[in-house]
């Protein structure tokens, strides 16, 4: 499922990126780890949950 429209990212691209920062971190860093920028900002909020999601399940 795509999560950005205008860099072509998947839901278990940002989800794996959530997992490799081994932690909670901005979700610009995590666009920046699959070299993508935030444009539009329409997915933001929806990729905030996924790697909060992603962060819950590290914990456990
Ligand atoms: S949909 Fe992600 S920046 Fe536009």
Do not use: F, W
């Not at 278990?12 to 920028?37: C, M």
Request: proline share 2%.
């Amino acid at each position: 499922m795509i999560v950005c429209v205008c860099n072509a990212l998947n839901e278990s691209s940002v989800r794996q990126a959530a997992q490799n920062a081994g932690g909670r971190v901005s979700i610009l860093k995590i666009y920046e780890s699959l070299d993508a920028t935030p444009q539009c900002g329409k997915c933001l909020c929806h990729a905030r949950n996924i790697c909060d999601d992603e962060h819950r399940l590290a914990q456990g």
